[in-house]
């Protein structure tokens, strides 16, 4: 990995929440365990010359949760910086009562590991106040020091990815940065047993820590059984009583432990894409692990046993790309020049887009990830559906695969090798 000259990766995310501390009164900075909030809030912290109030602290938590108002007044030094908010959330009653008084804006950074919607009234508390970012695991352009603006290109000109220089990656570079994902602590470990072990006290951590405090559940040893499951069908729609059968329990408490990994951010949901053709629309929501590398090692998904060529194996490692893709563009979506939406698209006759790209004045854009080395006109077949029903609402489609060759193939669909995503246009680097 290349870092900075302090040892650090740089995140895309730092100029937007510098601008945010600029313009909000409070910016909420979330997302799974270990990706890096911390780390940012601290560097953040000693710019500004203020100390950071760590909850994970178990003696400054106690302190905090007597009296929250004591460690949000006015009269501490701006921003006030709070690691792992969720620990305790009266913080929030606390900090609304402040903003009653005094609306300026940069006056609270908070950082916290469970997604904000999930706390008690917390979207209560600070709504039209607070202004909510995610940060997921490092991107592929981070990791290579350079910020992406794929996502920025196929809201507005897919065919811009198109270029006549191919692609220098090959699939065994893609296999290596899929089975490794972006956690910055796993990177940091040699693939194998090191880095299973980092993997496994992860989950550990966070079904001990994290899921227990938002709600006490029975038979949490299951838990990670789910989550398993999950990761062996990511990319796809979950049934949950499927589910429940394998893992011994009833769909109800399932969906409730679908629900509580999501809030953690091991997981999350891509709702379907509807507009086109309501009537013949699955409306069931795909669910994706939040990072491949954490999928590849709760699957067992090796580069020995992809080197097998086993189907069942490649199968699954196609389930990883899909999931790879959406990710790097959700990423991408914290520093995009606009807000768009995500979503999936499936009719009941099986034609579908893995990924529906939609910007705020109803453009679509269309992403269907392939892990092969060449595509077929059947790839196509649901972008053309959703193309010939949005008519000039529909910006454009892409199939994104494992090749080297990007070209359009015929009006608004496109194809280009998936490394086109992160990889600045002109550059046919190797992917390391």
Same mark, same amino acid.
């Given at each position: 990995?290349?870092?900075?000259?302090?040892?650090?990766?740089?995140?895309?995310?730092?100029?937007?929440?510098?601008?945010?501390?600029?313009?909000?009164?409070?910016?909420?900075?979330?997302?799974?365990?270990?990706?890096?909030?911390?780390?940012?809030?601290?560097?953040?912290?000693?710019?500004?010359?203020?100390?950071?109030?760590?909850?994970?602290?178990?003696?400054?938590?106690?302190?905090?949760?007597?009296?929250? /108002?004591?460690?949000? &007044? %006015?009269? =501490?030094?701006?921003?006030?910086?709070?690691?792992?908010?969720?620990?305790? !959330? @009266?913080? *929030?009653?606390?900090?609304?009562?402040?903003?009653?008084?005094?609306?300026?804006?940069?006056?609270?950074?908070?950082?916290?590991?469970?997604?904000?919607?999930?706390?008690?009234?917390?979207?209560?508390?600070?709504?039209?106040?607070?202004?909510?970012?995610?940060?997921?695991?490092?991107?592929?352009?981070?990791?290579?020091?350079?910020?992406?603006?794929?996502?920025?290109?196929?809201?507005?000109?897919?065919?811009?990815?198109?270029? /006549?220089?191919?692609? &220098? %990656?090959? =699939?065994?570079?893609?296999?290596?940065?899929?089975?490794?994902?972006?956690? !910055? @602590?796993? *990177?940091?470990?040699?693939?194998?047993?090191?880095?299973?072990?980092?993997?496994?006290?992860?989950?550990?951590?966070?079904?001990?820590?994290?899921?227990?405090?938002?709600?006490?559940?029975?038979?949490?040893?299951?838990?990670?059984?789910?989550?398993?499951?999950?990761?062996?069908?990511?990319?796809?729609?979950?049934?949950?009583?499927?589910?429940?059968?394998?893992?011994?329990?009833?769909?109800?408490?399932?969906?409730?432990?679908? /629900?509580?990994?999501? &809030?953690?951010?091991?997981?999350?949901?891509?709702?379907?894409?509807?507009?086109?053709?309501?009537?013949?629309?699955?409306?069931?929501?795909?669910?994706?692990?939040?990072?491949?590398?954490?999928?590849?090692?709760?699957?067992?998904?090796?580069?020995?046993?992809?080197?097998?060529?086993?189907?069942?194996?490649?199968?699954?490692?196609?389930?990883?790309?899909?999931?790879?893709?959406?990710?790097?563009?959700?990423?991408?979506?914290?520093?995009?020049?606009?807000?768009?939406?995500?979503?999936?698209?499936?009719?009941?006759?099986?034609?579908?887009?893995?990924?529906?790209?939609?910007?705020?004045?109803?453009?679509?854009?269309?992403?269907?990830?392939?892990?092969?080395?060449?595509?077929?006109?059947?790839?196509?077949?649901?972008?053309?559906?959703?193309?010939?029903?949005?008519?000039?609402?529909?910006?454009?489609?892409?199939?994104?695969?494992?090749?080297?060759?990007?070209?359009?193939?015929?009006?608004?669909?496109?194809?280009?090798?998936?490394?086109?995503?992160?990889?600045?246009?002109?550059?046919?680097?190797?992917?390391?």
């Amino acid at each position: 990995m290349d870092r900075g000259d302090d040892g650090l990766i740089t995140r895309h995310l730092q100029d937007v929440l510098a601008e945010l501390l600029r313009e909000e009164p409070v910016v909420i900075l979330t997302g799974a365990r270990t990706v890096g909030k911390s780390t940012f809030l601290s560097a953040c912290a000693a710019l500004k010359e203020v100390t950071v109030l760590d909850l994970d602290d178990l003696e400054t938590r106690r302190a905090v949760a007597a009296d929250p /108002g004591l460690f949000v &007044a %006015a009269d =501490r030094p701006t921003p006030v910086c709070i690691d792992e908010f969720q620990h305790v !959330p @009266l913080l *929030l009653d606390a900090i609304k009562s402040e903003l009653n008084r005094d609306l300026r804006a940069g006056r609270y950074l908070l950082t916290g590991s469970t997604r904000y919607n999930s706390l008690p009234s917390a979207s209560q508390s600070l709504t039209g106040r607070a202004h909510v970012v995610t940060m997921w695991p490092l991107s592929q352009g981070e990791l290579s020091r350079h910020r992406e603006g794929a996502l920025d290109a196929l809201t507005s000109d897919p065919s811009s990815l198109v270029t /006549g220089e191919p692609s &220098a %990656a090959t =699939r065994a570079d893609y296999e290596r940065v899929v089975l490794a994902g972006g956690f !910055p @602590l796993a *990177l940091a470990r040699e693939p194998g047993r090191s880095r299973d072990r980092w993997f496994s006290d992860f989950v550990t951590m966070v079904v001990e820590r994290d899921v227990l405090e938002i709600r006490k559940i029975r038979q949490r040893q299951v838990l990670p059984q789910v989550l398993r499951r999950l990761a062996g069908q990511t990319g796809q729609v979950v049934n949950a009583a499927n589910v429940a059968d394998a893992v011994g329990l009833d769909a109800t408490t399932v969906r409730e432990y679908l /629900g509580l990994l999501e &809030a953690v951010f091991m997981i999350h949901r891509l709702e379907p894409f509807t507009r086109a053709v309501a009537s013949r629309t699955v409306r069931s929501a795909k669910v994706h692990l939040v990072d491949t590398g954490l999928a590849a090692h709760l699957t067992g998904l090796t580069q020995q046993k992809l080197s097998a060529r086993m189907p069942a194996t490649l199968t699954q490692f196609g389930h990883l790309v899909e999931t790879f893709v959406v990710n790097e563009l959700m990423k991408q979506a914290g520093w995009a020049q606009q807000q768009v939406s995500f979503s999936h698209f499936r009719t009941k006759d099986q034609q579908e887009v893995d990924l529906v790209i939609e910007t705020p004045a109803g453009a679509v854009t269309a992403i269907e990830v392939k892990a092969a080395n060449t595509v077929s006109d059947n790839d196509f077949a649901g972008m053309r559906l959703l193309r010939d029903k949005l008519g000039d609402g529909f910006t454009g489609g892409v199939v994104v695969n494992l090749g080297q060759r990007s070209y359009t193939y015929e009006d608004r669909l496109h194809v280009i090798p998936m490394d086109r995503l992160w990889t600045p246009i002109g550059s046919s680097a190797r992917q390391g």
